[in-house]
């Protein structure tokens, strides 16, 4: 989707309660020439997909990665179309189209593959989460609380609800984050709905909680890590200057569930997630990257999808994508990091 500015207002209050530290865990620092921060660094990145086609599909609007239970990646865009990409080259290898119930297209966002191999794909523009086989059919709906509905219905702001997708460890929870906060709430602070999977498989709502986001930013993603705690990212826009993103790791195992709390106004008692940030990308090198349009670093774009592809001994192996709005100014770009946690 393309960015809107986000009017950041907090308060002192808040701002304590966010508990956030400056800079990410203490580790060997990676090697200089590809170092994002003491935390993060770039392996390599690929612009081999950018405005390209496969089967007469445009391949670009990522907004979603996942590995698919062969190992693949898959790639969700938001224009309805779900890609099967080889895990080493990125080539694709397949392209699925997706509807909603009434064969419409849908602004999918957020994607999770289940164990059986069925897609949870989010659409922002209505709040929901749909089920669908591997062949593109719904096989069901999740419910979804009424606060996280579009107005009237509920408080979220259409284009600006579930961007993030996950499945925590263990497979029965799934966690989703609104990208931006509902009105009634501050701007800085964005809930995170958790499901739980009851039997027969079904998810039914659970535990919700606060995440403080930096003021003007947005979460396009989050992905859980093997001990529980989840990776977000943080994205924003500025015209004429370009794209912030940050990789933050974030702890909502002691967060206050904020399902019954009608709006975040900084009352006592009510602990958000904790995040410590990992890395800001701009910081990362650019590695002969190239851009289209002014950016604080030409290797940035528009970031939206992640997926955790690896772990060995607390490092992490994290992908990243681009969405290129299908605009000649912007580039679908894969970004491969190694994280430590």
């Known amino acids: 989707m393309r960015l809107r500015s986000v009017l950041a207002t907090t308060t002192a209050?808040?701002?304590?309660?966010?508990?956030?530290?400056?800079?990410g865990p203490a580790t060997a620092t990676p090697r200089p020439s590809h170092a994002c921060s003491p935390a993060v660094s770039l392996d390599r990145f690929s612009d081999a997909l950018d405005k390209t086609t496969y089967e007469g599909t445009f391949v670009g609007n990522f907004s979603a990665?996942?590995?698919?239970?062969?190992?693949?990646?898959?790639?969700?865009?938001d224009r309805s179309s779900l890609f099967d990409l080889d895990a080493r080259t990125l080539a694709p290898k397949r392209v699925v189209p997706l509807a909603d119930e009434s064969g419409a297209p849908l602004d999918s966002e957020g994607l999770v593959i289940d164990w059986d191999g069925t897609r949870?794909?989010?659409?922002?523009?209505?709040?929901?989460?749909?089920?669908?086989?591997?062949?593109?059919?719904?096989?069901?709906?999740?419910?979804?609380?009424?606060?996280?509905?579009?107005?009237?219905?509920?408080?979220?702001?259409a284009n600006q609800t579930f961007e993030g997708l996950t499945l925590l460890p263990g497979?029965?929870?799934?966690?989703?984050?609104?990208?931006?906060?509902?009105?009634?709430?501050?701007?800085?602070?964005?809930?995170?709905?958790?499901?739980t999977r009851a039997k027969g498989g079904r998810f039914r709502p659970a535990a919700q909680y606060a995440y403080p986001l930096d003021a003007g930013l947005g979460v396009p993603e989050v992905q859980a890590t093997p001990d529980g705690r989840l990776l977000v990212l943080e994205r924003g826009f500025t015209s004429g200057v370009g794209n912030t993103v940050r990789l933050y790791l974030a702890d909502p195992?002691?967060?206050?569930?904020?399902?019954?709390?009608?709006?975040?106004?900084?009352?006592?008692?009510?602990?958000?997630?904790?995040?410590?940030?990992?890395?800001?990308?701009?910081?990362?090198?650019?590695?002969?990257?190239?851009?289209?349009?002014?950016?604080?670093?030409?290797?940035?774009d528009n970031i939206e999808g992640m997926a955790v592809t690896g772990y060995s001994k607390g490092r992490l192996k994290v992908l990243l994508v681009s969405d290129d709005n299908q605009n000649a100014v912007q580039t679908t770009r894969f970004y491969h990091l190694r994280v430590r946690i």
């Open 13 to 23: 209050a808040l701002a304590a309660a966010t508990c956030l530290t400056a800079a």
């Open 65 to 77: 990665l996942a590995v698919d239970t062969d190992g693949s990646i898959a790639a969700l865009e």
């Open 120 to 157: 949870l794909i989010t659409s922002e523009t209505e709040s929901s989460i749909r089920r669908y086989s591997p062949d593109g059919r719904i096989l069901d709906r999740l419910p979804v609380p009424s606060p996280l509905l579009v107005a009237p219905a509920g408080r979220a702001t």
């Open 171 to 195: 497979g029965r929870t799934l966690l989703a984050s609104m990208e931006n906060a509902l009105a009634g709430d501050p701007a800085t602070l964005v809930r995170f709905q958790t499901w």
């Open 253 to 300: 195992r002691h967060a206050t569930d904020t399902s019954g709390v009608g709006n975040l106004t900084g009352q006592p008692g009510v602990r958000p997630i904790r995040k410590t940030l990992l890395a800001d990308l701009a910081a990362c090198p650019s590695l002969g990257a190239t851009a289209k349009q002014p950016q604080p670093n030409p290797l940035l």
